[in-house]
C-alpha cells in the first residue's frame, strides 16, 4: 500500500479531464449506452452536456500519473432549512476504480472534500447514498424519504366541481413552471433552492421530450402548483406534484382525474412523509417507502449559529463526536439572551450526548429528539429531550432532487 500511495497524487480536476472524469463515473455506476439513449442523449451529448458540471463544481480525485483513479464531486447548492437558506455542499460523483480500493483512497477524499466545503462556509451536505452504511460512517445520514404510490383508475379522487382555478398544460421550463417551484421551495423544509444547473441534473437521466408540466392557476391567473407527467401505456406517470395552496392540490388532481378514460393506473412520487392514501376516498393503494436523501453537517458552532429553533430558552449543550471532521468533535453549547442565540464550547446547562449523524437527523426533523433518546441514539436527561422537543421546528424534510 505505501508504495502505490507514493506514486499517487490528488488534485482538483480541470475541464481537460472530462473524458476520464465521465468514464470513472460510468464504470462505477454502470451507465450504459442504453441508459443514455433512453434518456435522450446522442452520442458525445452527455459528455458535453457535464461540461457545466465539472466547470461550476468542486471535483478532486486521485491520479496515478495521468490517470484518474478515484474522485468526488461538490456542487454548489443551497437549500431551505425550516425558513433559513443554507449553502450546501451537495456531494456525488463519488467512485475508484476497483483495482485501486482498499487503500483509503475514498476516506482520504471525503475529508479533503468536508474541509473544502467548511472553506466555503457550506455548513450542510448531502448525498444520495449508493450504500447507506458506507455514508454513515463518514458522518451522514438519512433525512429524507421517497414514497411511490399507484393508484387505480377507479380509485381516483371525485372532481372538486366549480374549483376557481384552472389548470394549462406547458412546456417542462416555461417561467410559470420555475416561479411555482421557487416559491415552493423558500416555504419547504429541506427544499434545493435550485438554480440551472440544479433544473439540469434533475432531468440529466431522463428524457425531458416526453414531460408535460399542468400547471394551475387560481382565480388572479398566479400559477400556485404544477404536475410534471407523461402518460405510456395506459398509465399516468407523475415524477413530481408541488402545490403552494390546497386549492392547487385539489385542482391539479381533479386535472389527473380527468384522464380517467385514458389510463388504468396513476403511478408517482412523493418526496416528503405525507402518504396519498390518508387523502382519497378510496385509500386502498399501493405504497413504498424508501429512503433518500442523507445528510450532514458540515461544521456544527457554525451551523448551529444559523439554526432557526422554535423557542429559544434555557440551556445546553451538545457533546458531538465526528468520525471525520475533527472540529466537530467536543462541547457546543447553545443558550439565549436578550441579544439572541449563543453558541459556546462551554458545557452549559443539561448535556446531550450523541454523534454527528445522529445530530444531523434530528435538526433535519427527519426524527425527532424523543424517538432518538428511545432508541438510545442520544443520551440526555427527560428535561434536555423536553426541552429539544421545544427547541426544533416540526416540519418534515422535502427533498426531490437527483445528482
Not at 472530462?18 to 463515473?25: G, K, P, T
Not at 400556485?224 to 406534484?241: C, D, P, R, S, T
Not at 451538545?318 to 464550547?345: C, R, S, Y
Not at 434536555?384 to 426544533?392: G, H, P, Q, R
Request: proline letters at 5%; charged letters at 25%.
Amino acid at each position: 500500500m505505501s508504495d502505490l500511495r507514493s506514486e499517487l497524487e490528488i488534485r482538483r480536476l480541470t475541464p481537460a479531464d472530462l473524458e476520464q472524469f465521465n468514464d470513472l463515473l460510468a464504470y462505477v455506476f454502470q451507465v450504459t449506452a442504453k441508459d443514455m439513449e433512453e434518456g435522450g442523449y446522442e452520442e458525445g451529448e452527455l459528455e458535453r452536456a457535464k461540461r457545466p458540471v465539472l466547470e461550476k463544481s468542486d471535483v478532486i480525485g486521485w491520479f496515478h500519473g495521468d490517470e484518474l483513479i478515484s474522485q468526488l464531486a461538490i456542487y454548489p447548492c443551497r437549500v431551505n432549512l425550516h425558513g433559513t437558506i443554507y449553502e450546501m455542499g451537495g456531494l456525488t460523483g463519488v467512485g475508484t476504480y476497483p483495482e485501486y480500493a482498499g487503500h483509503g483512497l475514498m476516506h482520504d477524499l471525503v475529508k479533503l472534500g468536508l474541509r473544502h466545503m467548511r472553506e466555503h462556509q457550506q455548513w450542510i451536505s448531502y448525498l444520495y447514498p449508493y450504500s447507506i452504511p458506507f455514508y454513515r460512517k463518514k458522518g451522514w445520514e438519512i433525512m429524507s424519504d421517497h414514497l411511490t404510490f399507484d393508484v387505480r383508475d377507479t380509485q381516483l379522487p371525485k372532481a372538486v366541481p366549480n374549483m376557481p382555478g384552472h389548470v394549462e398544460r406547458l412546456e417542462i421550463d416555461d417561467p410559470d413552471v420555475i416561479e411555482t417551484y421557487n416559491r415552493f421551495a423558500l416555504h419547504n423544509h429541506g427544499a434545493m433552492i435550485r438554480n440551472q444547473l440544479n433544473w439540469d441534473e434533475y432531468w440529466r437521466w431522463e428524457n425531458e421530450e416526453e414531460r408535460i408540466a399542468g400547471v394551475y392557476y387560481d382565480d388572479h391567473d398566479i400559477p400556485q402548483g404544477y404536475v410534471l407527467y407523461w402518460i405510456a401505456n395506459e398509465v399516468f406517470h407523475i415524477k413530481e406534484m408541488v402545490y403552494n395552496t390546497q386549492e392547487a392540490r385539489i385542482g391539479l388532481w381533479n386535472f389527473v382525474a380527468a384522464h380517467f378514460s385514458m389510463v388504468e393506473h396513476v403511478k408517482g412520487n412523493i418526496y416528503k412523509n405525507e402518504p396519498l392514501h390518508f387523502l382519497l376516498d378510496d385509500g386502498d393503494i399501493q405504497q413504498t417507502i424508501h429512503p433518500y436523501y442523507m445528510a450532514r453537517i458540515v461544521d456544527v458552532a457554525e451551523f448551529l449559529k444559523a439554526y432557526p429553533f422554535v423557542e429559544p430558552a434555557g440551556a445546553l449543550h451538545f457533546v458531538v463526536t465526528d468520525p471525520l471532521a475533527e472540529w466537530n468533535n467536543g462541547v457546543f453549547g447553545i443558550w439565549w439572551d436578550k441579544a439572541g442565540l449563543h453558541v459556546t464550547d462551554r458545557p452549559v446547562g443539561e448535556a446531550v450526548h450523541l454523534d454527528i449523524q445522529t445530530l444531523t437527523t434530528m435538526l433535519m426533523s427527519y426524527r425527532r429528539p424523543s424517538y432518538l433518546a428511545k432508541i438510545e441514539r442520544l443520551q440526555a436527561s427527560k428535561q434536555a429531550v423536553k426541552l429539544l422537543e421545544n427547541l426544533i421546528p416540526m416540519d418534515e424534510p422535502y427533498f426531490s432532487d437527483y445528482f
